[in-house]
């Protein structure tokens, strides 16, 4: 069964504007007193960003479904978005600050879901 990618980044884009949106009215004082709001302001960005690139890679793989290698773009910024985001989020609620440390395997799989974009321009067929 293939995936649906479009619903797939329909869901991570609603959770990343109710996400920033929960952050920026019901959890402010939080982030404030935590000293957080500037990072979480930051996993709410790329997690958005991620889902649009998301939708748009869902729209070429729509297209253009022998280009498998947009499959591994869209799980890397899903991954990403849960790795990245995700670590950054419970980071400014809780003050753990040890999360900071895999935040950046996030960003690494970001690095790996724009690489494989490049690669799906490269290639015809893939």
């Known amino acids: 069964m293939k995936a649906n990618f479009i619903q797939i980044s329909a869901i991570v884009g ?16 939080i982030l404030e007193a935590n000293g957080r709001l500037e990072t979480f302001e930051t996993a709410v960005k790329y997690h958005f960003y991620h889902a ?3 939708f748009a890679v869902a729209i070429w793989y729509d297209l253009q479904p022998e280009r498998k290698i947009l499959r591994k773009a869209m799980w890397s910024f899903l991954i990403g978005i849960l790795i990245f985001s995700g670590s950054l989020y419970v980071l400014s609620l809780s003050g753990i600050t040890w999360l900071g440390a895999i935040t950046p395997l996030g960003g690494v799989a970001f690095i790996l879901g ?12 893939i």
């Open 114 to 125: 724009w690489l494989f974009l490049f690669w799906a321009g490269k290639k015809q067929g």
């Open 14 to 29: 609603a959770t990343a504007v109710g996400i920033g949106a929960f952050g920026a009215h019901g959890l402010e004082p």
């Open 52 to 54: 649009l690139a998301m």
